[in-house]
């Protein structure tokens, strides 16, 4: 997993506002816990709300509030729709696709998207 996306993973398990210990994030994320000291020292260095230690654990203080996205029903409709299009087995982007949809929906959580239908 590439670090970007690391990050990004690691942000949306802080986000249940709950703490979390290094050994629980690497573990979810088949990491060392050097690796999620690394992250968490990257994260706070940002200027996110991080805060926590070593043998500790680590909290999002403050919820992560994002700029909004305006987008049509009509836009937000094409866009999941080309996304699943592209996200189906076989793609070369399919990968690409899902993950996207999957950022799209955590987003954008009162358009009630499902990042993966066949779950349902």
């Not at 991080?50 to 403050?62: M, P």
């Amino acid at each position: 997993m590439k670090r970007d996306a690391r990050l990004f993973d690691i942000v949306q398990v802080l986000r249940d506002g709950r703490l979390h210990t290094a050994a629980e994030l690497a573990c979810g994320l088949g990491v060392s816990t050097r690796t999620i000291w690394r992250d968490m020292e990257m994260l706070a260095a940002t200027g996110l709300p991080v805060e926590g230690e070593r043998g500790l654990g680590y909290i999002l203080r403050s919820p992560l509030v994002l700029p909004p996205t305006m987008l049509t029903p009509e836009e937000l409709e094409a866009l999941v729709e080309g996304l699943r299009h592209v996200g189906q087995d076989g793609n070369p982007r399919a990968k690409a696709a899902r993950s996207l949809l999957y950022k799209v929906a955590t987003l954008l959580p009162q358009t009630g998207i499902d990042p993966d239908p066949r779950d349902g």
